[in-house]
């Protein structure tokens, strides 16, 4: 990628004016009107983006369902060889694409290029389909007659990302490209240059116009408006579970493909014979990395009683070493949450916590972070919480994290069931029994075993259970290539002659539709 400006800069002279992406041409919104993105960490505008009308949101549905037959009869190795040259446009790119993901979410510039590797990985996944796409065949299921299956794309794919991975889950639109797909892009509000910069990528290596569209903004209309468009074929999203439910009962009312990964109230489970300075350091990383804005965080600390003090005080000590600052500084290790809104609505649970009792071990609200007074910052919070408060019942998309003492695994296991939630649970134990007991009974969609942050690598499946994922097929891996492709059987014969000799040939068996035997 060229350091030559992607957008145009007319709105205002030191941010960047993103635009809609439609039919192969980066263009403004039809309502001519934008709505600032926020750098959280010094409060600046840091870009501006289009709010768009329903009508930009047709004419980009429109340009992917006529894209659709011609990208859908491109040859699929031609489809993989433009994946491969976007994977290593991607690779060229990692500075610039880090940059953009620091400056609108707020995560060290570590963590974006942490991002960027599973990113990578996504794409190299899809350049698989050669593979994953093959169909089954079987000869002779009858006299001269065959049967096989084939894999077909569906058509036009909306792709709904949330704001704390912009790289990772906008790109899950390289599975629905891969396989013939066409589709239309989404980007969360807070957070849409990275997915600018990564579709403008896509962009360079020749992806024909209508293939992939961007459209910003709109608010919920938006979102809504396309979800339930007649000529999208199914929906991919990512965000809260009130959302997610909102988006697959729309989406499945249309008679929709829908894979909905809503939100996560995740536990871990500290045993006594845990290794406890390995168990803290992985712990707080998963708690509190990438500003604990991602559905893997460890939200819910559990600890058996008898290492349970041990614990509670290295786990707050080494807490209070993170350095708060901006994501750009390398010697940040906690930026900003993402918005001054997301800041409020953690201080108003931190404050509910404590009127419903909760013990605040660790304040982190209003910490002073020296050269950015108007940066949405939130230090390392926990509390002594108990279950059916507020705090420990719902997910805190930040740094605010709950402990609670423990009898066993038993009572452990129980607590973890009784969330709504069915995301992620992880276990500290060098006990094979513990660990195994541990995985088998816990109702989530995956577990850890001393891994805080048991994220599945691309080839892999992911997703929750309960109000942590609605649909039938997981993202990625071979899950993915299930839900952007619908299996086609053909039962074939051939009326010509066979060669056998007539006589044989009158012997053999005759389709009969009626009674659907042979």
């Not at 002279?13 to 039809?30: E, K, R």
């Not at 965080?297 to 005080?313: H, P, T």
């Not at 740094?399 to 009898?407: D, E, G, N, Q």
């Amino acid at each position: 990628m060229t350091d030559a400006p992607l957008f145009s800069n007319d709105s205002r002279p030191s941010a960047i004016t993103l635009s809609n992406y439609i039919d192969g041409s980066w263009v403004p919104p039809s309502s001519g009107t934008y709505s600032d993105v926020i750098n959280p960490a010094t409060g600046e505008v840091y870009a501006v983006c289009p709010n768009s009308s329903l009508a930009d949101a047709d004419a980009a549905v429109a340009s992917a369902k006529a894209a659709f037959w011609s990208w859908r009869s491109t040859p699929l190795p031609e489809r993989v060889t433009m994946m491969f040259e976007f994977r290593q446009k991607m690779i060229d790119a990692t500075d610039q694409l880090a940059e953009a993901i620091t400056k609108e979410h707020g995560k060290t510039l570590r963590e974006a290029k942490d991002e960027l590797v599973r990113t990578l990985q996504y794409v190299e996944d899809a350049c698989t389909v050669t593979q994953t796409m093959k169909g089954s065949f079987t000869g002779d299921i009858a006299h001269g007659v065959d049967e096989y299956t084939i894999r077909e794309p569906l058509g036009v794919f909306l792709v709904l990302p949330p704001f704390n991975f912009p790289a990772m889950i906008s790109t899950y639109f390289v599975w629905a490209v891969a396989c013939g797909n066409t589709t239309v892009i989404k980007p969360s509000s807070p957070c849409p240059v990275t997915t600018h910069l990564i579709v403008k990528l896509a962009e360079e290596c020749g992806f024909p116009p209508g293939v992939i569209n961007i459209v910003n903004g709109g608010g919920g209309a938006i979102g809504d408006h396309l979800v339930t468009h007649p000529d999208v074929a199914g929906v991919s999203f990512v965000g809260s579970s009130k959302v997610g439910l909102h988006i697959y009962a729309a989406a499945c009312a249309k008679g929709k493909r829908a894979q909905v990964q809503g939100g996560a109230k995740n536990h871990v489970l500290v045993m006594d014979d845990a290794v406890m300075d390995d168990s803290v350091k992985n712990v707080v990383s998963s708690c509190f990395g990438h500003v604990g804005e991602r559905c893997f965080a460890v939200s819910n600390i559990l600890v058996v009683e008898s290492i349970y003090d041990e614990f509670k005080e290295r786990f707050i000590a080494a807490a209070k070493q993170l350095r708060l600052g901006d994501g750009m500084d390398p010697a940040t290790t906690l930026g900003p949450v993402v918005s001054t809104k997301a800041l409020n609505a953690l201080h108003g649970m931190i404050e509910r916590a404590v009127d419903e009792g909760a013990t605040l071990l660790l304040d982190g609200r209003n910490p002073q972070v020296e050269g950015l007074p108007n940066g949405a910052f939130l230090g390392p919070t926990i509390l002594e919480a108990q279950l059916g408060m507020h705090i420990w019942e719902e997910e805190a998309f930040g740094p605010v994290r709950c402990l609670m003492k423990v009898k066993d695994l038993g009572e452990a296991v129980e607590i973890v069931n009784q969330s709504p939630y069915g995301h992620t649970a992880v276990i500290y134990t060098e006990n094979g029994s513990y660990a195994r007991s541990f995985a088998n009974r816990v109702n989530t969609g995956q577990v850890g075993i001393n891994i805080g942050t048991p994220a599945p690598i691309a080839f892999y499946p992911v997703g929750g259970r309960k109000l942590s994922f609605f649909g039938s097929t997981r993202g990625r891996a071979a899950d993915a290539i299930d839900f952007y492709t619908d299996k086609k059987v053909v039962v074939s014969r051939w009326l010509n002659k066979s060669g056998l000799g007539a006589e044989a040939e009158a012997e053999a068996p005759v389709w009969s539709p009626a009674a659907g035997l042979w």
